[in-house]
């Protein structure tokens, strides 16, 4: 059983910055890939970054250049640094935290990108 809580959003102008961290308690085991997830209402959840615990990441193409995903393995922590914010980020983000075949999800955080 593992527990996330999201933290950091909020409401930006476009081209603002945030810093979302979550950070994930229980049952923490190595091998495993924290990511954050994004959802707008009406629409699907997708994938914006993944970093594994050996460091390799992976982006959304909307997100490259401008979102870096890291961890922090001691804290347990994962961050999504978000720079040149635009209102189409306007989404809940959500913490995903899985291992082999476990998967746990965030309460998520509303990140809210006014133009």
């Known amino acids: 059983q593992v527990q996330l809580v999201e933290s950091g959003g909020g409401l930006v102008q476009a081209g603002g910055s945030l810093r979302l961290s979550c950070a994930a308690s229980?049952?923490?085991?190595?091998?495993?890939?924290m990511a954050w997830y994004r959802q707008a209402p009406g629409n699907q959840r997708d994938l914006v970054a993944a970093i594994t615990s050996g460091g390799s990441t992976n982006y959304a193409d909307s997100v490259k250049g401008r979102f870096t995903i890291s961890r922090d393995n001691a804290k347990n922590t994962v961050y999504l640094q978000m720079n040149s914010l635009k209102p189409e980020d306007t989404a809940v983000y959500y913490c995903n935290f899985a291992w082999r075949t476990y998967s746990y999800w965030g309460q998520g955080t509303q990140v809210t990108v006014s133009s």
């Open positions: 229980g049952s923490i085991f190595s091998g495993n890939v």
